[in-house]
């Protein structure tokens, strides 16, 4: 059963930063694009950002770029988005998918001050 | 950015019956590969989303067959054949054909 288990949420003032990580297991890591998308309490869903299978091309939303950084670790089968400079807005659960594949449950990072 | 925009924004339907959600974007979907990178997904209250449907039509593994997709270019369509108690939650298109990836503001399904 293929997993995707993102970690690494929590509560952090206006500025500061976090790194999320989504581990996966029990698929090829290394030959899918991964997502991160989130959902702010009570509204829809919105993407974040794309990696290819590689690593190589990285795409991102107008409302994170140059803030948020999407990488991968494809030995550890894990994919990480660096959040700096956060804002109240960026508050909501984060998920990461695999392209046209399955979902993880979510981290969520508040920020507040 | 490409708008998707989704039609009804709630459907009270009657469990037995069909259910029928349309997605409608702003621009093709068509990508320059041949390939129309729509996507349904399902969330479940209190549960995270979950893949229905991709490039229109595909089920995802171990969805039910009574979910279908069709459409084309700007218009799209999640058909439910017979609605079960499990299927209430909010639906969400997803276009994945050009960056920024755009989702439609979501349909909620309820039980009438």
């Known amino acids: 059963q293929m997993q995707l288990v993102e970690s690494g949420g929590g509560v952090v003032q206006p500025g500061g930063s976090l790194r999320l990580s989504c581990a996966a297991s029990?698929?090829?890591?290394?030959?899918?694009?991964m997502h991160w998308v989130r959902q702010a309490p009570g509204k829809g869903l919105e993407w974040v950002a794309i990696i290819s299978y590689d690593g190589a091309n990285k795409y991102y939303s107008d409302s994170v770029r140059g803030r948020f950084t999407i990488s991968r670790d494809n030995s550890k089968n894990t994919l990480y988005l660096q959040m700096n400079n956060l804002r109240i807005e960026d508050t909501a659960v984060y998920y990461c998918?695999?392209?046209?594949?399955?979902w993880g449950q979510g981290t969520l990072v508040t920020v507040s001050s | 950015d490409i708008v998707m925009t989704q039609t009804p924004l709630s459907s009270p339907v009657t469990l037995g019956q069909p259910a029928s959600i349309s997605c409608r974007s702003s621009?093709?979907?068509?990508?320059?590969?041949?390939?129309?990178?729509l996507s349904w997904l399902q969330q479940r209250p209190g549960q995270p989303p979950r893949l229905l449907i991709y490039?229109?039509?595909n089920r995802f593994s171990g969805v039910p067959d009574r979910f279908s997709g069709s459409g084309a270019g700007t218009d799209f369509t999640l058909k439910i054949s017979r609605v079960e108690p499990e299927d209430v939650g909010v639906y969400y298109c997803?276009?994945?054909?050009?960056?920024?990836?755009?989702f439609g503001q979501g349909t909620k399904l309820e039980i009438k």
């Open positions: 490039k229109i039509s």
């Open positions: 997803m276009q994945a054909s050009q960056f920024p990836h755009t």
């Open positions: 621009q093709s979907l068509v990508h320059s590969d041949g390939n129309t990178y």
């Open positions: 029990e698929f090829t890591f290394r030959s899918y694009a």
């Open positions: 998918a695999k392209r046209d594949g399955d």
